[in-house]
Every structure is written in C-alpha cells, then in structure tokens.
C-alpha cells in the first residue's frame, strides 16, 4: 500500500507541466539518436550531462530517463528498415524486422515493436517500482563464478540462435572474443596485440566494433551486391495497423519478452542484449512446435519476416532498460553504458545511490520512477502514428539513404577521441564485416564476443583469484549450476534434433526401397 502511494505521489510531482516537458524532450532527443548508427542513449546522456548541470535533479533525470528509452525505440527504427541497428541491443530485431520491411510489412514490423516496448516498459517498470528490493537481493547472489558462467550461456545461446551452421557461429563468435582481448590487460597490465601502436592499447572501442560490423559493413556489402541489392524503393509499405491476427501472435512474445528482460535487467553485466537473444530463440523454437504440431510449415515464419521475432526481443529489450534502474538506484551499481552515466550524473548533483537513496531522496527516485510510466506513454504516443511515416524512408534514392549512414557511422567514431587511427580501425572491421557477410557467418556472435569476451575473462580470472586456484567456485552455487545445465541443454538439443533427422530420413528411404521392392514382385508374378 505504502509503494502504491508513493508511486502516486510521484506521478503527482512527474505530471506537472515542467517535468512532462523534460520527459517528452527526452523521449523525441532519444529516438533521434538512436536511429544514428553508433550513437545511442549512452552518448546522448553523455552529451546532456554537461547542459543540465543548471537544473534541478528530478527534471535533469526524467530527460535522461526519457533519452534511455527513447533510444531503445529509436535503435529498432533503424534495424527493421536498413539492416543496421542504431544500437548493440537492437541487433536481435535485424532478424526478423528487416525480412518484414523486405516483404512489405515495415509499418506492422515497426508498429509491434513500438507497442511491444509500451507494453514491456510499462510491466517493467511497475516491477521495479514493487519488487526492488527482492531484486537487489537477487542480483547481490551474483559473484565471479556466477558471472562467469552467465557470459558462457550467453555465448552458447547466441551462437545457437543466430546461426544455421555452429562452426559457423562458434568463428563469429571466436573473431569477437579475439578482438575484445586487444589492449592492456586489465589484471596484469600487460599488452596484449597492440603492434606497437600506442593507440591500440585502449584496445578497439566496441562502438568502432558496433559501427564497423554493423552499419558500414552493410554499407559495402550492399554496394558490393550492386544490383543484386534489395531495391528498396520498390518494396510496398504495405497496411499501416496491426491486423488482428498481427495482434495475437504478438501478445505472447510481448509477455515472454518482458518477463526475461525484467529477470535479466537487474544483473551487472547482463546488458540487453541477452535477453532479447534468448527471446529470440524462445520465440523460434515455440514457432517450430507450434508448425509441427499443426502439421504446417507455413505456420513457422520464421527466416522469411516473423513478426514474433519483433515483439518478444523489443520487449525483452525494454523490460530489462527499466531492470538496470534496480541496481543502480539500490545499490549504486550501473549495469550500462547509459546507467554509467547516470550515476555520474548523481555525484554531480551530490546524491549517492544505494539503499539509503529511498530514504533521504524518496520524492526523487519516485518521480524518477513514475516518470517512466509517462516516458512510455509518450513513446507509444509519438511513434506508433509515425511508424507509416519511418516506412516511408526506405523509398529514398539508396545513394542518399546509404551516404547519410556512412556520414553518421565516421562521425560517431571520429567523436570517440578525434583520432584518424581509430578511422583506420573502422574501415578494418566493416571490410571483416563485408567478408563474413559474403561467406554467411553471422555478425551478432561476434559482437557478443567483444561486449562479453573481457567480462568473461575477468570474471574467470577472479573466481580462481578468490578461491586459491580451486575451480570448484565455478560450479559453486545453484545459480552457475542451473546455467550450466542450461548451456548442456543448448548444445545437446540440435545434435539430438539433427540425429532424429537423420533417423527419420532413413526409416523414409527404408519404407520407399521396400515400397518398391513389393511394387516389383507384383508386376513379375
């Protein structure tokens, strides 16, 4: 009773005309930048930081509030209509979202993920409003083995879902984890693969990374392609709603969706881009029993536009935004790039996070709260009727299109430190991304590899650091148990599949030889 009322105090204090408008300028700046490849909310929140200095700290965090799922909006715009998502937590929605804009079913594509990131924000953030604490307890179980073994699920689940081939998805997979080892170790402070080069001692920046595989990778490909390329401007941009059979194969993704982000949010480390992968298999995975046990394969969309390959990551991918809110708000522990920032943005205002943040600040942090519930109204507000509208930008000339990507994917390098080095850097992940594109081996394993790859490796090195060289600590507690199993379970499952096939065709070609053979003493006698 007492969180309903405090909530609603809240949304009292976020409702007045001054903090609305700093939530709805946050909510439009957000979904700008984060159609700009390499950019996203964390440099945008970045950007702010200096400029709001000036105000108060309950407007200044609704606006970043507002910029953080704007953003999240704003990344998937770009991953449905170009193949390039605005963001590394979009990625899971270039699957299945740009085969929908390729088959004429943008709008519906861009609308589900726009309700779905409604939906998912809203349950999301209610979640965190009722049930903070229970969260920050359950984050606080996680130690180094824990990690450790979450980032070894999330390889083996990436590589699993993206990738018709495993050899495949395991050398994307290796190529990420190769390059995110460049630069000083961080436990011995050795160089590690710098060629001499100061500049290669931070190591790559995962936004050269992102940019690179991403955005000016699909570049070149495309002009690669040449006219072989999706002609855009002659694709339909098809009905502009949701239909309603769109309607009720989007409501469950919506729900699993935010259930597994809301789980995954609150974990340091995890980022977004776990659970909206682990959506994304779910969703596959239910699609292939669901069209075997109708007996149709048509019933599977999947590879060809699913729209529940849409809506279960886009949730996913909002529910754990309002998650990361949980360990940095109750424990002063930012799980984002974005949350970083934030609390930056809180010592700057000389507030420290943490449990005792609810009680000197409560009139902050429930409005910052109840500010996310507007935020989500405003974001379904704003785009879900301009989702014909961001349909309509795949009918500009592919010059224009795909010069204004490359203009934006170099200026958000260039503005990491203004180094030409890091240009160089750019053009030598986008040519790896033109040639992994060419043999088909996915991109999105790899930058798994590079996001996650130094965790791994930290956590790893810790966990045997803390236990004298024991790696009994790996498989110490239920939590690393469970996700081992897990892992188990994903890699056995295709070779089991794959060996049923394979005795299927067989038990086939048995009873047709012997259909025949029968056929044959019939015609001789």
Do not use: C
Not at 150 to 163: E, R
Request: no cysteine; proline share 6%.
């Amino acid at each position: 009773m007492e969180t309903l009322v405090n909530l609603g105090d809240g949304l009292l204090a976020a409702l007045s005309p001054g903090n609305l408008m700093w939530a709805f300028l946050g909510v439009v700046l957000g979904t700008a930048v984060g159609v700009l490849p390499g950019l996203g909310s964390a440099m945008a929140v970045a950007l702010l930081l200096p400029v709001t200095f000036r105000l108060d700290p309950t407007s200044a965090f609704i606006l970043f509030a507002g910029v953080y799922y704007g953003g999240m909006f704003g990344g998937a715009t770009t991953s449905i209509l170009l193949n390039t998502p605005g963001q590394a937590s979009s990625i899971a929605t270039t699957y299945e979202g740009h085969k929908m804009a390729l088959a004429g079913r943008a709008a519906q594509a861009l609308g589900t993920a726009v309700i779905g990131s409604f939906f998912a924000s809203l349950i999301g953030t209610l979640v965190v409003a009722f049930f903070s604490p229970v969260m920050v307890s359950f984050a606080l179980n996680f130690g180094p083995g824990e990690y450790f073994a979450l980032t070894v699920f999330s390889f083996v689940a990436v590589a699993a879902v993206v990738s018709g081939s495993v050899l495949r998805g395991l050398t994307s997979l290796l190529i990420g984890l190769a390059i995110g080892v460049v630069g000083i170790d961080g436990q011995s402070g050795a160089p590690r693969f710098d060629f001499g080069s100061a500049v290669m001692l931070d190591g790559i920046d995962v936004v050269i990374v992102t940019v690179g595989l991403l955005a000016l990778g699909e570049v070149l490909y495309v002009v690669a392609r040449g006219k072989s390329a999706p002609d855009f401007a002659a694709i339909r941009t098809g009905r502009p709603w949701l239909n309603r059979r769109d309607w009720k194969r989007s409501v469950g993704p919506w729900v699993r969706g935010t259930a597994l982000g809301s789980a995954f949010g609150p974990i340091p480390g995890s980022g977004a881009e776990i659970p909206t992968f682990v959506s994304l298999g779910l969703e596959r995975k239910l699609a292939e029993q669901r069209a075997k046990r109708k007996g149709d394969p048509q019933e599977n969309e999947f590879g060809k536009g699913a729209i529940e390959g849409v809506a279960g990551p886009e949730a996913a991918n909002n529910s754990s935004a309002a998650g990361t809110l949980v360990p940095l708000l109750g424990l002063g522990l930012p799980t984002s790039a974005t949350a970083a920032i934030m609390l930056a943005a809180f010592q700057q205002y000389g507030l420290q996070p943490g449990p005792v943040l609810f009680e000197r600040n409560a009139d902050l942090v429930w409005t910052l709260l109840a500010s996310l519930l507007i935020g989500s109204v405003l974001l379904l507000v704003i785009n879900l009727p301009f989702a014909p509208l961001w349909a309509k930008l795949l009918k500009l000339p592919k010059p224009y299109l795909y010069g204004g990507i490359t203009l934006f994917s170099v200026l958000a390098v260039y503005a990491i430190n203004t180094s030409v080095v890091h240009l160089v850097m750019l053009l030598a992940v986008a040519l790896l991304g033109l040639v992994m594109r060419a043999f088909g081996v996915p991109v999105a394993p790899a930058l798994i590899g590079v996001v996650l790859g130094p965790i791994a490796e930290t956590e790893f090195r810790r966990a045997l650091a803390a236990s004298s060289g024991d790696p009994s600590i790996l498989v110490g507690s239920g939590i690393s148990i469970t996700l081992y199993v897990l892992v188990a379970l994903a890699a056995l499952i295709p070779v089991v599949a794959g060996l049923r096939r394979r005795a299927a065709d067989r038990s086939a070609k048995a009873s047709v030889s012997e259909r025949d053979g029968v056929s044959e003493k019939d015609g001789v006698s």
